[in-house]
């Protein structure tokens, strides 16, 4: 009897002190966030950016967080996984970032003050007594800093949040925004024509057209020049301010076409010459006159008879998917480029060059002029290079002996989308942001665009190792289960023994 009082007493204390420790681990939980990250690219963990960012606020940061209630369990998901990122950023902040969520559908209040602060209205499929009807919702936040605001109106994934949230508060808090020029005047592509690019860079960059023939201007002014799609000759002069530019630390971005063909009214391209591929022939970097064809294509139709479609490989028309562990492409998938040329650096160990985009394993090239039979039948033989570079970073003494930096493109179509209907390929706006960001800004926050956006569907992988996979998920809950019975059924038929022998005592 004793014993079982014992016993029944030792059982007590157990439980009270296993009530306490989860009463002691709830109170840590509200005093300290911690949070494991096992993803591949820490796509949880905040990046040395967003820490610096952070670090340095010299004013609080208020945020607030508009989220309807009774939302599907993936949206209420991003819900959760932003306030853990904003716990985050108050902890690293030391207090300066505060925020708070509201449901705007509590009343009609809160819902205009939603609407007013830019939050977009959605509508959502929710479950409710066992039918599915649609609802609308916000999903949204708004970032002050002093008397400014920027929303953010949309909220629907984790992808890319962290650099939403971190360029947010850096447009916010920076007072000069760093001067991107665009050079115009030799038939360069218009603001109209990368109208996409432009709303991005305008995030966290100044934004203006620039006539290097214009003697009032002062060049000291910009981080970084952009010179896209030049089809005129770019005098001797203007080519020496370009000059000066880099001499001082100044940056470029070129993108620039060696070839000027279009399928749709003829069937022949035609080289081009600006003087700007010789004026970077002389610092070594070498744009091919060529056109540069890959097995990794566009398809297209075309109808050589009436009534008759027929379905043709556009080599010309690359998808590129080959790209090199950098800041500028790293997390992008694919880019569409067209009449793409090669590029090559022949200077010196001065210099850094990495190739950022190459073209696939089974490439080649055709001269830039010249006669396009599109109803050819490409076969693999046609494609025997490997590799070929089409978009390079240059870091290093590129003019004179000021270390600078530069990005060059052998394709300059590739961010272009006139009108609001045509949209661009994403991963050609990122790659064009990206370079921009990388030239102009210094603090990382670039890497963090195209952060956790790699898609990784399983229709890409082996028959053998998909099949691999589909099984495990199906088989190994079930011998997880059948393995815990074992067990039991070992731990009590062991038990069972113990007890049947003599002077057991429990």
């Known amino acids: 009897m004793l014993k079982q009082m014992n016993s029944r007493k030792n059982k007590s204390i157990v439980v009270v002190l296993v009530i306490g420790i989860l009463f002691l681990l709830n109170y840590l939980s509200n005093q300290f966030f911690v949070r494991l990250d096992f993803t591949e690219d820490k796509r949880f963990t905040l990046s040395s950016a967003t820490k610096d960012l952070l670090n340095n606020l010299d004013e609080p940061v208020t945020i607030t967080a508009y989220f309807s209630g009774n939302l599907p369990p993936q949206l209420e998901q991003v819900k959760r996984d932003f306030r853990d990122m904003l716990i985050e950023y108050s902890n690293r902040s030391k207090g300066m970032v505060a925020f708070e969520f509201i449901d705007p559908l509590k009343d009609d209040k809160l819902k205009a003050r939603a609407t007013q602060a830019g939050i977009a209205q959605t509508q959502v499929q929710v479950e409710e007594k066992d039918q599915v009807k649609a609802q609308i919702a916000f999903m949204g936040a708004t970032i002050q800093f002093g008397e400014d605001n920027e929303p953010i109106p949309n909220i629907y994934t984790t992808v890319g949040l962290e650099y939403k949230l971190s360029s947010a508060i850096k447009k916010l808090a920076i007072a000069n925004k760093p001067v991107v020029g665009f050079v115009q005047g030799h038939g360069e592509t218009t603001f109209g024509q990368i109208w996409q690019a432009k709303q991005a860079l305008d995030v966290l960059h100044n934004t203006e057209l620039v006539y290097l023939n214009d003697s009032m201007l002062v060049l000291d002014k910009y981080r970084t020049l952009a010179i896209i799609g030049p089809k005129d000759s770019i005098p001797y002069e203007e080519l020496t301010r370009l000059d000066n530019f880099l001499n001082r630390g100044g940056r470029l971005f070129i993108a620039i076409n060696r070839s000027d063909a279009d399928l749709a009214s003829e069937q022949y391209s035609r080289a081009v010459n600006t003087g700007l591929e010789t004026w970077l022939a002389q610092k070594g970097i070498d744009v091919n006159s060529n056109v540069v064809i890959d097995i990794n294509c566009q398809q297209g139709w075309i109808q050589p008879q009436p009534g008759y479609l027929m379905q043709i490989t556009i080599p010309y028309f690359i998808i590129a998917q ?185």
């Open 322 to 506: 080959n790209f090199s562990d950098h800041p500028i492409s790293s997390g992008l998938e694919q880019l569409t480029l067209n009449f793409a040329s090669s590029l090559n650096h022949s200077g010196d160990s001065s210099v850094i060059f990495t190739p950022l985009i190459k073209s696939s394993e089974h490439s080649g090239t055709k001269p830039a002029a010249g006669y396009i039979d599109i109803t050819q039948q490409w076969k693999e033989p046609d494609f025997p290079i490997s590799s070929l570079t089409l978009a390079a970073a240059l870091e290093g003494s590129i003019a004179g002996s000021a270390p600078t930096k530069m990005v060059i493109v052998g394709d300059a179509d590739f961010p272009v989308g006139e009108g609001q209907q045509n949209q661009v390929n994403p991963d050609n706006i990122n790659f064009l942001v990206n370079s921009i960001d990388w030239l102009s800004d210094d603090t990382g926050l670039i890497e963090l665009r195209t952060r956790g956006a790699t898609a990784r569907p399983i229709d890409d992988l082996e028959e053998n190792k998909r099949a691999f996979l589909k099984y495990l998920n199906f088989l190994l809950p079930v011998i997880l289960a059948l393995l815990y019975g074992i067990f039991r059924f070992q731990r009590n038929r062991i038990i069972r023994l113990k007890r049947m022998e003599e002077g057991y005592v429990q």
